[in-house]
C-alpha cells in the first residue's frame, strides 16, 4: 500500500509492505526536506534501515529516482528512505549536507513510528548523493555539518556505501559543477572546498565503508581508491568494489548491443556485494 503521510499524519494499517510518502523531515523547507520510507511486510521492529541520497550534481534529481532501491531494499527486510534535500543554489554547501544529516536525526528520532533500530542505519548514495553519503560517513561531528533543524544534530550513520563519485573536491575544483555547490572558486573559499571533502575527514573510528565505483566512469577511478586508502590506513573496516566497463550511467552487458542504462551500485553484482556488506555491519533484517 502507497500512503500519503504529512509530518504528523497518521497511515491506515493493512497486510503487505507500507510506503509513507513525502514525509517533510524540516518543516522550514517543505518538499526540498522530505523523504519516502519503505517498510518491509510483516510485524518486525528494530529493523536495520538504509537512508538513500539521490545524485544529479547537487543540482538536479528528487527522491523518487531512488524508488526502486528503495523498493528492493524493503522486499530483502531492510527499512529503506529516500531523501530530498535543498538544491544548489539554495542546497549549495554546507545546506546540502546539513539536510542529510538533518534526515538521519529525523529517522533516529522516530525510530519507533517505522519499526527501526536507530543504531543500525546506513546510508547509500550515488554521484552527488554518493559525495553526500561519504560526508555523512566521515565529516558527521564537523561543526559546519551540524544541522540547526528541530531534530537536532546526530552522529555518523552505522555504515556508508558511497557510488561513482568524487571525495576530494579540491581536485575538481575546476568543474564549473562544484564551483556551483561550493559557492565559488578555490581561490575564494579554500575552506570550504577542504571542509566539503570527505577525504578531509576521515580518522580512526569512521562506520564501516563500501566504496563502489566504475572502471569506465568519467569521474576517476583514482577518487574512490583514494578514499578506500585512507579509510583503512587510518583503521578503518573498508571494502572496495570497482565494477570492470561500468560508467556512471552505463554499465557493459553481453548482449548485442553493448551497454545499457543503469547506475554502477544498481548492476547485480553491486547488489549482491552491499546486501552481504548491510548484512555484515548493520546486520541481516
Known amino acids: ?60 534529481g528528487a527522491k523518487d529516482s531512488y ?20 538544491l544548489v543554489p539554495a542546497g549549495a554547501y554546507p545546506a546540502a549536507v546539513q539536510d542529510c544529516l538533518c534526515a538521519l536525526s529525523f529517522l533516529r528520532a522516530n525510530a519507533d513510528v517505522y519499526g527501526i533500530d536507530p543504531a543500525r542505519i546506513a546510508v547509500t548514495g550515488y554521484s552527488a548523493g554518493g559525495h ?25 550513520p552505522a555504515a556508508a556505501i558511497p557510488g561513482d563519485s568524487n571525495y ?3 581536485s575538481g575544483a575546476d568543474s564549473s559543477l562544484v ?38 566512469d568519467v569521474v576517476p577511478l583514482q577518487g574512490a581508491r583514494d578514499l578506500a586508502e585512507a579509510l583503512r590506513a587510518a583503521g578503518n573496516d573498508v571494502r572496495m568494489l570497482e565494477l570492470g566497463g561500468a560508467g556512471h550511467i552505463t554499465s557493459s552487458t553481453t548482449a548485442s548491443d ?21 548484512a555484515r555491519t548493520v546486520g541481516a533484517p
Open 1 to 60: 500500500m502507497r500512503s500519503a503521510w504529512l509530518t504528523w499524519g497518521l497511515v491506515a494499517a493493512c497486510s503487505g509492505p507500507t510506503v509513507y510518502e513525502d514525509v517533510v523531515y524540516d518543516r522550514r523547507f517543505g518538499d526540498a526536506t522530505s523523504l519516502d520510507v519503505h517498510i518491509p511486510e510483516g510485524t518486525a521492529t528494530a529493523r536495520p534501515a538504509v537512508m538513500l541520497i539521490h545524485g544529479g550534481a547537487w543540482r538536479y
Open 168 to 170: 576530494d573536491l579540491v
Open 132 to 156: 553526500l553519503s561519504a560526508l555523512v560517513g566521515t565529516g558527521a561531528d564537523v561543526a559546519a555539518h551540524q544541522p540547526d533543524c528541530e531534530w537536532g544534530p546526530t552522529g555518523a
Open 67 to 86: 524508488t526502486e532501491a528503495a523498493e528492493r531494499f524493503a522486499a530483502a527486510g531492510y527499512v529503506a528512505a529516500t531523501i530530498n534535500y535543498r
Open 258 to 278: 553493448g551497454a545499457y542504462l543503469q547506475a554502477a551500485t544498481d548492476t547485480p553484482e553491486a547488489w549482491a556485494v552491499q546486501l552481504d556488506f548491510l
Open 179 to 216: 564551483q556551483d555547490f561550493i559557492g565559488g572558486t578555490l581561490e575564494e573559499r579554500p575552506e570550504q572546498y577542504a571542509n566539503a571533502s570527505p577525504l578531509t575527514h576521515v580518522r580512526p573510528g569512521a562506520p564501516p565503508f563500501l566504496v563502489v565505483h566504475g572502471s569506465s
